[in-house]
């Protein structure tokens, strides 16, 4: 069942875990996952969402499990399986790219073309001086985003990104290097740090819809944060809703 989403989700701080479940049933659990918790616990041994998953079981024994990534900053839609056989089902959809996600970003730049599709692949690069990252790579795995803009103001834009594949920072990868524009707030893949910007990263999982057969999807929308609206795009939410 879709869950009714609350304004405060997004208002000054994290709110409690449990007021950001956008979907839940027997078998899932779709989060609406705060900017700043990372999904897996972190070296540094700060809180992740592994910490909030014992208040994540709604009268089930077992914790739910995360069956995908989000990064650390980005928030929005996180599905997690509420027992064994699910996790495996929704794991073999998402390696199948049975899985429909959508993606909002504001973009340090303005792209040519209302639309378009970024084909790059992604490898892994790791130096002493920077650490890691993933750059392209005619030798690395195969990356696919769809992509279309929304609207464009004082030289910034907001785009819809609808990834084919799901490579680790694929999203913030494809924007610098196939866009040419890195997404606003990126601290890796920047094209160019903005010194008026301290928002945090402005890429957000918008959407999220599970096929599973015999029954509905598990899906949910996750409400747009208030730092679009400080970047410049206070209407994100609605560009965003009537272009489909």
């Known amino acids: 069942m879709a869950v009714n989403s609350r304004s405060q989700h997004h208002s000054g701080g994290l709110s409690p875990i449990t007021d950001r479940v956008l979907f839940i049933d027997g078998e899932a659990i779709i989060l609406d996952k705060p900017a700043g918790l990372p999904v897996d616990p972190p070296r540094d041994g700060s809180l992740s969402l592994h910490n909030h998953l014992a208040s994540l079981t709604f009268g089930f024994e077992r914790w739910p499990v995360a069956v995908h990534r989000l990064d650390r900053d980005t928030s929005g839609c996180l599905l997690l399986a509420r027992n064994p056989k699910a996790a495996k089902r929704f794991t073999e959809a998402f390696e199948a ?73 694929q999203l913030r990868a494809h924007s610098l290097h196939g866009l040419g524009f890195g997404i606003l707030g990126d601290p890796v893949y920047s094209s160019g740090a903005d010194p008026l910007w301290t928002g945090g990263l402005l890429l957000h999982a918008r959407s999220l819809s599970m096929p599973r057969p015999g029954k509905a999807p598990a899906a949910a929308i996750a409400p747009v944060p208030p730092r679009f609206a400080q970047a410049g795009f206070p209407d994100a939410e609605a560009l965003d809703s009537s272009d489909v």
Request: hydrophobic fraction near 40%; aromatic fraction near 6%; charge should be positive.
């Open 97 to 169: 790219r049975a899985v429909e996600k959508s993606y909002l970003a504001v973009v340090d730049g303005v792209p040519d073309a209302p639309e378009g599709v970024i084909d790059l692949p992604l490898a892994k690069r790791s130096t002493a001086a920077t650490g890691w990252r993933m750059v392209p790579d005619a030798a690395g795995k195969q990356a696919v985003t769809h992509w279309r803009l929304l609207a464009a103001r004082d030289g910034r834009a907001l785009l819809r990104f609808t990834p084919e594949t799901g490579r680790t920072h």
